[in-house]
Structure formats: structure tokens, C-alpha cells
Nanobody, 115 residues
Framework: QVQLVESGGGLVQPGGSLTLSCAVS????????MGWYRQAPGKERELVAR???????NYADSVKGRFTISRDNAKNTVYLQMNSLKSEDTAVYYC?????????WGQGTQVTVSS
């Protein structure tokens, strides 16, 4: 059974930083893409950042220059370093992976940016 467990969310002031982690466990082989999505109240889930197995990245325009996605293939873990956080970054953040023909999602972690 594949599990994705996110951690690192919380409350932070505007301008602050947080690092999210997502650890993948279970019987899984050949993780390809890994990524982060977010969903704010009343809005649709949107892509934040993705990284391929080769390390190629892409970001939503709203987070370019502020967020950095990375992965540790030996640990089956993906990270999202978030700097210069804004109130509009407040959302539940979900990690996701592609492995073979299947996709998997974590349960989400809340990020709240507020003074």
C-alpha cells in the first residue's frame, strides 16, 4: 500500500518561510514525476510545482522565484521550500507522485500565512 505523508505546514507571518516534505512509503517502483498542488477555500486545486525524475522543474507563475521544489530519490521524498510567503499562499498543500500508470496523493497539509 502506497502512502504519501506530508509534513511541515503551519502558521507563518507574511514574508516568512516554510519547508514542506512529502515522504513516500510502501511497495512502489519507478517514481517519475513528483509535485505539489494547493487548494484555497472556495477555489479549485492548482498546480504549484512539479519535478521530473531527471530534476526538471516547472512552477506556477504565482510562485516563481519564491518557491523551490526538490527531491531525494534515495529517500522517495519531495520537498517544497517556500520563501517570501504571502497571504494568498494560504491553502491546503497536497503532494502527488506518478509511478507507472498510477498517480497517488497525500492527505494534505495546511499552510496559513497571516499576521
Amino acid at each position: 500500500q502506497v502512502q504519501l505523508v506530508e509534513s511541515g505546514g503551519g502558521l507563518v507571518q507574511p514574508g516568512g518561510s516554510l519547508t514542506l516534505s512529502c515522504a513516500v512509503s510502501g511497495s512502489i517502483f519507478g517514481i517519475k514525476g513528483m509535485g505539489w498542488y494547493r487548494q484555497a477555500p472556495g477555489k479549485e486545486r492548482e498546480l504549484v510545482a512539479r519535478i521530473t525524475s531527471y530534476g526538471r522543474t516547472n512552477y506556477a507563475d504565482s510562485v516563481k522565484g519564491r518557491f523551490t521544489i526538490s527531491r531525494d530519490n534515495a529517500k522517495n521524498t519531495v520537498y517544497l521550500q517556500m520563501n517570501s510567503l504571502k497571504s494568498e499562499d494560504t491553502a491546503v498543500y497536497y503532494c502527488t507522485i506518478d509511478a507507472g500508470a498510477s498517480g497517488y496523493w497525500g492527505q494534505g497539509t495546511q499552510v496559513t500565512v497571516s499576521s
